[in-house]
Every structure is written in C-alpha cells, then in structure tokens.
C-alpha cells in the first residue's frame, strides 16, 4: 500500500524534503524519481504499481498528478506538494539549469544537449513553453480540496514541524535547504520589469499558487 505521494514540481525544496522522507521512512520510500525515470515506467500515461519494490510505501518524485491519480484514489494515498513562489521558482530554475552549463560535469548528458544555450538570458529561458506554467503542468487534474498537505518553500522548516506532527514522525528531521551552490552562481538581483515579464508567462501558476496558499494556509499574512 502507498501512504504518501510526494510531488516535487521543480525547484521547489524537494531534494530537501526527499532527505527528510530518507530520515523517517527508510528503505520503504521510492527512489527520488526524475522525469526520465518516471517516463521509463509509464504505462498508458500512469505508474504501474507492479514496477514499485515491495514495501515501498512513499512514493516521491517529478510525478504529474495524473500518472499518480490511480495510486491516489484507488489507495487513498495522502498527497503532499510544496510550492513556492511562482516567479522565483522560474528565477530559481534558470540557475539551477545555468549552473549545469558552468559545471559541465554535474551532468554531461544535458550539457551536451543544450550548451549551445549557455548565454541564454532569463526572460529567453522562461519564454519557452516548457518553463511556463509548471506548477499548472504538474497538478492539473488534481482537485484543490484534495491535497493532504501543501507546504511552502518560504517557510520550510515550520511548515516541515507542521507536517511531521500530523504524521506523527518519529525522527523528528532537522529540516535543511539544500542547493545553495546554484544560488552563489546567480546574478545578485533580477529587475522589477524582468519579474514582470515572468509573472505574466505564469499567469496560470500565479493563479494556482493562491488558490491554494488561500485554502491550505488561509491565516498567513
């Protein structure tokens, strides 16, 4: 049976949470997959619980809600996000995705295949349709009341207190942001106009984001 379903939209604290998961759930949780790992397992558009190990019993990677939806509903599984703010996620993965093309080593493979881009700018690398509205991309189809939990990046560690109360974790982890590196490569600030820009391509997401920040997290400020 899958207890968990963790949904790690890009840039989003989920290497963190992922070692969390590690500290509390042990051998039972899934690799961390990445999309061409979930890609390679794909049957009809959805993870076949037959090519999970046995005992697995959290499941935590770059899953769209509808290759999970099965495991969802059929296993009631409790399903956790974290989201960030929209227009900083896109700032954050443009240099996390500079960073590769600097450090070619990190992954050959993908700087081969784009270090043709390496002076692509920030508002080029978030006009392509791939970078926009990936939060929208990752969650489409899953109800908004559905969510067992959704945490924010910008308040990581008592959000992660929040969530291991409610599931009565043991190891009570010490919550960690990981990556700092790929925010020492990037340029000191991005202009208002640019995050403008950028918060225009992700209407949807910015949309997305407060919808569920207003149902999830309704007293912040």
């Known amino acids: ?52 190990p046995i005992g697995c019993r959290v499941l935590h990677g770059h899953f769209y809600y509808s290759e999970v939806q099965p495991i969802h509903q059929q296993q009631r599984a409790k399903l956790i996000c974290w989201l960030r703010d929209p227009v900083e996620r896109v700032i954050s993965n443009y240099h996390f995705f500079r960073a ?42 899953m109800p908004i009341d559905d969510f067992y939990f959704v945490g924010r990046v910008e308040h990581f560690a008592a959000d992660v207190k929040k969530l ?9 982890p010490l919550p960690l942001l990981l990556n700092q590196k790929d925010q020492r490569l990037a340029p000191a600030s991005v202009r208002e106009q640019e995050k403008q820009a950028i918060a225009e391509l992700n209407a949807l997401d910015l949309q997305i984001h407060q919808q569920l920040l207003a149902r999830y997290h309704p007293n912040a400020s």
């Open 1 to 52: 049976m899958i207890e968990i379903i963790s949904i790690h939209i890009p840039k989003t604290a989920g290497t963190s949470f992922y070692h969390l998961l590690q500290q509390e759930y042990g051998r039972s949780l899934s690799i961390s997959y990445r999309r061409k790992d979930v890609v390679a397992v794909l049957t009809d558009g959805e993870i076949p619980t037959t090519t999970l």
């Open 100 to 141: 590769g093309l600097i450090d070619p080593d990190r992954n050959p493979a993908v700087y081969d295949q784009n270090k043709h881009r390496i002076q692509e700018t920030l508002l080029t690398f978030a006009a392509r349709p791939e970078n926009r509205n990936r939060i929208a991309t990752f969650l489409a189809g």
């Open 164 to 172: 291991g109360q409610l599931l009565d974790w043991q190891t009570h």
